[in-house]
């Protein structure tokens, strides 16, 4: 027979994934510093992170790209860190947490940004995986199996999102999925390193080009800041805020640092031919001696894709509270299966759109979360939130008409200095931003010739202007200010 607490957390577990985005009682607060380290430690490690890694090579040498891959994430797992911190201790989703400082009806834009990149997110995870797979078993079937995989690969991921997080922490990752991951890129990297001649890849220069060393920080930068709007879901399961910021913080550098590594190793020793999904595939499975290992990395994979179909079900309740999270999970879960697919009938892995979806995901949420940092950490650090009023668009954080003008000010300011430090390689829209900023405006373009990092320069922008707008606005609003004395 079970036990009383064995039931208990089954009961948890039962209600966890469907809990909303009201606060979560102490009850569901389940989750260790331990579990949130295997937690972002596994959503950390992935076959895009991978090839995320591997853009950075061979414009960089392989020195420049460790170093920009060490100061990129250990810049871009602070606020990832803080954020998961600041749900641990409200108890409230990602979405959720933005109402005081940007409105109750102004937390909605982002939801909004932060949906489409999910869904975006969760059609790249099952295009990669479907992709993958059907290159494996192609010339054993002899046919292409790509839309089988991806059904299946949807199906897996569908169960794990409306398992809820705390059953894929406890039951899947701790005891299983985590390890089996870590074992077979454990292996995957003692073949590269035994392989490579390591002296010779360091001494050879690079080649140039885009990304230059701060380009290429961004582009590291960039992946942990892709979780900062969804790390609170999972944190706000937490028993105590500061272990759950370590974890988090722990769990989600190491893997960032490893597979960003791995991949630009696997590009430079020539083990996969190119940057792209199916170059690292094919890299790994001819270095590794095998395709059991490229499917044990595709099973790791299955956690990236229910972390961002869970999320963008409950950043949608966000939008509408008594939409039903289940059903949301199966939307987005139909939505990422039709994106992946017309993904594959384009037949051309995009891997200049792949690094402008990466550094566009920063420009938005690096100065938004700028915003956030400043007010919750800075102005509302010793009163904190009010939960009440996070649900009530009359109370404290309506603002004018449910809208925060300082913090959108702020957060706009920091979108356009992040473009205008941080050009991309899309033709298009880095032509665009150029003649914005040297034509119409006459500015020089790019702002410090692309010596600085966009990210922390957008992210400084962005706190520093809403410290300043706000405290101007308080000033103002005193007895005695122009506000008060009209």
């Given at each position: 027979?079970?036990?009383?607490?064995?039931?208990?957390e089954?009961?948890?577990?039962?209600?966890?994934?469907?809990?909303?985005?009201?606060?979560?009682?102490?009850?569901?607060?389940?989750?260790?510093?331990?579990?949130?380290?295997?937690?972002?430690g596994?959503?950390g490690?992935?076959?895009?992170?991978l090839?995320?890694?591997?853009?950075?090579?061979?414009?960089?040498?392989?020195?420049?790209?460790?170093?920009?891959?060490a100061?990129?994430?250990?810049?871009?797992?602070?606020?990832?860190?803080?954020?998961?911190?600041?749900?641990?201790?409200?108890?409230?989703?990602?979405?959720?947490?933005?109402?005081?400082?940007?409105?109750?009806?102004?937390?909605?834009?982002?939801?909004?940004?932060?949906?489409?990149?999910?869904?975006?997110?969760?059609?790249?995870?099952?295009?990669?995986?479907?992709?993958?797979?059907?290159?494996?078993?192609?010339?054993?079937?002899?046919?292409?199996?790509?839309?089988?995989?991806?059904?299946?690969?949807?199906?897996?991921?569908?169960?794990?999102?409306?398992?809820?997080?705390?059953?894929?922490?406890?039951?899947?990752?701790?005891?299983?999925?985590?390890?089996?991951?870590?074992?077979?890129?454990?292996?995957?990297?003692?073949?590269?390193?035994?392989?490579a001649d390591?002296?010779?890849?360091?001494?050879?220069?690079?080649?140039?080009?885009?990304?230059?060393?701060?380009?290429?920080?961004d582009?590291?930068?960039?992946?942990?800041?892709?979780?900062?709007?969804?790390?609170?879901?999972?944190?706000?399961?937490?028993?105590?805020?500061v272990?759950?910021?370590?974890?988090?913080?722990?769990?989600?550098?190491?893997?960032?640092?490893?597979?960003?590594?791995?991949?630009?190793?696997?590009?430079?020793?020539?083990?996969?031919?190119?940057?792209?999904?199916?170059?690292?595939?094919?890299?790994?499975?001819?270095?590794?001696?095998?395709?059991?290992?490229?499917?044990?990395?595709?099973?790791?994979?299955?956690?990236?894709?229910?972390?961002?179909?869970?999320?963008?079900?409950?950043?949608?309740?966000?939008?509408?509270?008594?939409?039903?999270?289940?059903?949301?999970?199966?939307?987005?879960?139909?939505i990422?299966?039709?994106?992946?697919?017309?993904?594959?009938?384009?037949?051309?892995?995009?891997?200049?759109?792949?690094?402008?979806?990466?550094?566009?995901?920063?420009?938005?949420?690096?100065?938004?979360?700028?915003?956030?940092?400043?007010?919750?950490?800075?102005?509302?650090?010793?009163?904190?939130?009010?939960?009440?009023?996070?649900?009530?668009?009359?109370?404290?954080?309506r603002?004018?008409?449910?809208?925060?003008?300082?913090?959108?000010?702020?957060?706009?300011?920091?979108?356009?200095?992040?473009?205008?430090?941080?050009?991309?390689?899309?033709?298009?829209?880095?032509?665009?931003?150029?003649?914005?900023?040297?034509?119409?405006?006459?500015?020089?373009?790019?702002?410090?010739?692309?010596?600085?990092?966009?990210?922390?320069?957008?992210?400084?922008?962005?706190?520093?202007?809403?410290?300043?707008?706000?405290?101007?606005?308080?000033?103002?609003?005193?007895?005695?200010?122009?506000?008060?004395?009209?």
């Open positions: 027979m079970a036990t009383v607490t064995e039931r208990l089954r009961a948890i577990e039962r209600e966890a994934p469907a809990w909303g985005v009201r606060p979560t009682p102490t009850e569901v607060r389940r989750l260790s510093g331990l579990d949130f380290a295997v937690l972002w596994d959503l490690i992935g076959l895009l992170v090839v995320t890694g591997a853009l950075l090579v061979p414009a960089l040498g392989l020195p420049q790209a460790l170093l920009a891959i100061v990129g994430s250990l810049i871009g797992c602070v606020p990832l860190a803080l954020v998961g911190r600041a749900g641990a201790r409200q108890g409230v989703p990602g979405m959720v947490l933005l109402r005081p400082a940007l409105g109750t009806r102004g937390s909605y834009l982002p939801t909004l940004l932060n949906i489409a990149q999910l869904v975006g997110w969760t059609a790249f995870e099952l295009w990669a995986m479907a992709l993958v797979a059907s290159r494996i078993t192609g010339p054993v079937l002899g046919v292409d199996g790509f839309y089988v995989w991806l059904a299946v690969a949807a199906l897996v991921c569908l169960l794990l999102s409306l398992g809820g997080p705390v059953v894929v922490v406890r039951r899947w990752m701790a005891r299983f999925g985590v390890w089996v991951v870590v074992a077979v890129a454990a292996w995957v990297t003692v073949r590269v390193l035994t392989v390591l002296g010779a890849l360091w001494s050879r220069p690079g080649t140039g080009g885009f990304p230059p060393f701060w380009g290429a920080v582009l590291v930068i960039a992946m942990p800041v892709s979780w900062i709007p969804l790390v609170a879901d999972y944190n706000r399961f937490a028993r105590r805020g272990s759950s910021a370590g974890g988090t913080y722990a769990g989600y550098l190491l893997a960032n640092l490893w597979f960003y590594s791995l991949g630009a190793l696997l590009i430079l020793n020539a083990s996969a031919p190119a940057p792209s999904v199916t170059g690292i595939a094919d890299g790994i499975v001819a270095l590794a001696g095998g395709t059991v290992v490229l499917v044990a990395l595709l099973v790791g994979e299955t956690d990236e894709a229910f972390a961002d179909i869970y999320s963008a079900a409950v950043s949608a309740q966000n939008l509408a509270p008594r939409l039903n999270q289940r059903l949301g999970v199966v939307a987005v879960t139909a990422g299966v039709g994106a992946a697919a017309w993904l594959f009938g384009l037949r051309d892995e995009g891997v200049l759109t792949y690094e402008f979806f990466l550094l566009l995901i920063g420009s938005i949420f690096v100065p938004l979360f700028g915003v956030f940092l400043a007010d919750h950490e800075v102005l509302r650090r010793r009163r904190g939130y009010r939960a009440e009023d996070l649900f009530d668009h009359r109370g404290s954080y603002y004018v008409g449910g809208f925060n003008l300082a913090a959108a000010a702020a957060w706009l300011l920091g979108f356009g200095v992040y473009h205008w430090i941080a050009p991309t390689s899309l033709p298009g829209w880095a032509s665009a931003v150029e003649t914005f900023f040297a034509d119409w405006l006459g500015l020089p373009f790019p702002l410090f010739g692309g010596t600085v990092p966009a990210s922390v320069v957008s992210f400084a922008v962005a706190f520093l202007a809403y410290l300043a707008i706000a405290g101007a606005g308080r000033v103002l609003s005193r007895p005695g200010g122009r506000v008060a004395a009209r």
